[in-house]
């Protein structure tokens, strides 16, 4: 099994900066993709974000150019800087993994693990 925690949500304005964090433990050394999505209320899940363990990232046409996904192996950990915050981006921020080899399974939707996911409010 494998837990995945995040952090970093909150409340920022329009225009603004948020980094989170998604933390995994347990077995790790099945995770190959690692990912973010995102659910905004009334709306359904979607994908945000996919990195491979190699650093091939894939992004959403709606985040291109204002977030940037990362991860650092060693830590276990991805991470998701979005900068240029707008109000349509405020949703409930879900973490990923996936033991799949590329990403694409991930952003299909195929996830073999989720996390509680964080709050993330952009007001206008």
């Known amino acids: 099994q494998v837990q995945l925690v995040e952090s970093g949500g909150g409340l920022v304005q329009a225009g603004g900066s948020l980094r989170l964090s998604c933390a995994a433990s347990?077995?790790?050394?099945?995770?190959?993709?690692m990912g973010w999505y995102r659910q905004a209320p009334g709306k359904q899940r979607e994908y945000v974000a996919t990195?491979?363990?190699?650093?091939?990232?894939n992004y959403a046409d709606s985040v291109k150019g204002r977030f940037t996904i990362s991860r650092d192996n060693a830590k276990n950990t991805v991470y998701l800087q979005m900068n240029s915050l707008k109000p349509e981006d405020t949703a409930v921020y879900y973490c990923?993994?996936?033991?799949?080899?590329?990403?694409?399974?991930?952003?299909?939707?195929?996830?073999?693990?989720w996390g509680q996911g964080t709050q993330v409010t952009v007001s206008s």
């Open positions: 990923a993994a996936s033991t799949a080899d590329s990403s694409l399974r991930l952003r299909l939707g195929v996830v073999d693990y």
């Open positions: 990195i491979t363990r190699g650093s091939i990232t």
């Open positions: 347990g077995s790790i050394f099945s995770i190959n993709a």
